[in-house]
Each structure stands twice: as C-alpha cells, then as structure tokens.
C-alpha cells in the first residue's frame, strides 16, 4: 500500500528557514507528480507546490510562496523535499505532500495524504 509520510515541520521564527521532507513507500516518486499542500486553522487546504515527474523535471508555486519555497528531490533516497525560506507567520499550517499523475490535477486527484507536519511561524 502507497504511503507518504511527511517530516521537518516545526517552531521558527519570522525570516527564518525550514526544509520539509516527503518519503514515499512502495511507490517510486520520480514517476510521478509530487505537490505539497498545506492546511492552516479554518482555512482551505492550498497547494504550494509541486515537482512534475523527473522526465518532465518542472516545477509549479503558488503565488503566496513563489520566491520563497523550492522543492526538490533525492532520487537516490526517493525523497521529495519542500525548502522554505524567509518563513512568514502566514506560511503557519499543516504541510502536506501527495501524489497523482501530473501537477495540474485538482487536490481530489492527488493521493497517500499523510498525517502531516506541522509549521508554526512565530516569534
């Protein structure tokens, strides 16, 4: 059974930098589209990001983060990851990653959501 566990969230401070991490189980990611959502308090869930396959190798940002986020992957380690600079108290949510076949697919078509990892901005 797929499984996408996310990690690397935590407590920082406005400015500050986080790199979150996306592992995947039996499922190899350079196929296929990895994006990254995140869920904040009474808000609706938002994709932030997402890297299209590896023969594709594009990748996609929200308006909210563009500048600032990046992912990237370790094809070795079969890991996506989600690099996060000049965190903003606004970018405080649960971070999500998934996937599906491409990255223009709506939040319903992309699969394995984890539990999540938590990032706080605060000072």
């Known amino acids: 059974q797929v499984r996408l566990v996310e990690s690397g969230g935590g407590l920082v401070q406005p400015g500050g930098f986080l790199r979150l991490s996306c592992a995947a189980s039996?499922?190899?990611?350079?196929?296929?589209?990895i994006a990254w959502f995140r869920q904040a308090p009474e808000k609706q869930r938002e994709k932030v990001s997402c890297?299209?396959?590896?023969?594709?190798?594009?990748?996609w940002y929200a308006d909210s983060v563009k500048g600032r986020f990046t992912t990237s992957r370790d094809i070795a380690a079969n890991l996506v990851y989600l690099h996060m600079n000049k965190l903003n108290p606004e970018d405080t949510a649960v971070y999500y990653c998934?996937?599906?076949?491409?990255?223009?697919?709506?939040?319903?078509?992309?699969?394995?959501w984890g539990q999540g990892t938590q990032v706080t901005v605060s000072s």
């Open positions: 039996e499922l190899s990611m350079d196929y296929w589209a």
């Open positions: 998934a996937y599906s076949y491409s990255c223009g697919g709506s939040p319903a078509e992309f699969r394995s």
């Open positions: 890297a299209s396959p590896v023969n594709d190798n594009t990748a």
